[in-house]
């Protein structure tokens, strides 16, 4: 009960999370604020995902690791690459 | 020191689903990897041509896009958490709604090709129409494989294939479905909100 609880307090903060980072990214005065925090939106999305919804909380450290790492790996090379052009 | 605590701790970690699955994850991970640093290195190179693309681009549909294929994650965690609950009507319930989602995401993107292709807006248009069809293409197939997978599943269920402590096969759907997820959630702030 409590699980399906979290789960679904989760979901609502992925809803409304995904909602914050489309309304940061229309404003025209934050492009370097507004691609920092998009892409750290980016990476607690994934995150929630890959802990709590993929299960990956109680696997193996290596995958997990793997995959924790992945979101954070790509958003920062693009934001990186965004920011020097 | 507990050695036996440790030992117990250490045995109890496992990867959720078969071990296969996640090698075709880690892989497809690379692949839509390389795809991004693409994209985001053609963007680098040709920014004009991109901020123009992009702001041809229905950003409603994207964020309806996105709710929607976390609303499908949502229900398919239920699904696995309903089957190792041993409730078994429940689960074909929360699969039914996670497809319904994963269809009104393939509709609505269907739905946005449909209006970039009436537009005169085509894979030959320019650089930033080539990696987006490519990447949105693409993902967009993983999507329509994870709808098969989860029928496929959802019949398994419904014929009591899945039982307490043999949940393996839907665990690796659901991981794959969730991947699916995860990459969309580089996808959309990358193609639709990043300009």
Do not use: C
């Not at chain 2, 880690?26 to 702001?55: D, K, N």
């Not at chain 2, 997978?149 to 899945?162: F, H, P, Q, R, S």
């Amino acid at each position: 009960m409590i699980k399906a609880l979290l789960r679904f307090i989760l979901w609502l903060l992925l809803l409304l999370l995904t909602l914050a980072s489309a309304s940061f990214a229309e404003q025209p005065d934050m492009r370097l604020y507004g691609l920092i925090i998009v892409l750290l939106i980016t990476v607690v999305k994934a995150t929630v995902i890959s802990e709590f919804f993929m299960g990956l909380a109680g696997a193996p450290w290596l995958w997990r690791a793997l995959m924790m790492a992945y979101v954070p790996v790509i958003a920062s090379t693009i934001g990186t690459i965004f920011f020097l052009t | 020191m507990q050695p036996d605590k440790a030992i117990t701790t250490h045995a109890s970690r496992q990867l959720p689903g078969d071990l296969a699955m996640w090698l075709f994850i880690g892989a497809e991970l690379t692949a839509f990897a390389l795809l991004f640093m693409v994209y985001a290195s053609s963007r680098a190179l040709h920014p004009e041509v991109f901020a123009q693309g992009q702001s041809q681009l229905n950003s409603q549909i994207g964020l309806l896009n996105t709710m929607a294929l976390l609303s499908s994650s949502y229900f398919v965690v239920n699904a696995v958490a309903s089957v190792k609950a041993a409730r078994r009507h429940w689960a074909i319930g929360h699969l039914l709604v996670a497809i319904s989602f994963g269809l009104a995401y393939v509709v609505l993107k269907s739905i946005e090709y449909y209006q970039s292709f009436s537009a005169g807006y085509g894979l030959t248009t320019n650089v930033f129409y080539q990696y987006y069809f490519l990447l949105t293409g693409f993902h967009y197939l993983h999507v329509i494989l994870g709808l098969i997978l989860l029928t496929w599943v959802t019949l398994k269920v419904a014929a009591n294939d899945y039982t307490v402590g043999n949940t393996s096969g839907l665990e690796s759907v659901a991981s794959y479905w969730h991947m699916v997820d995860v990459l969309w959630l580089v996808l959309f702030p990358l193609v639709y909100l990043l300009h």
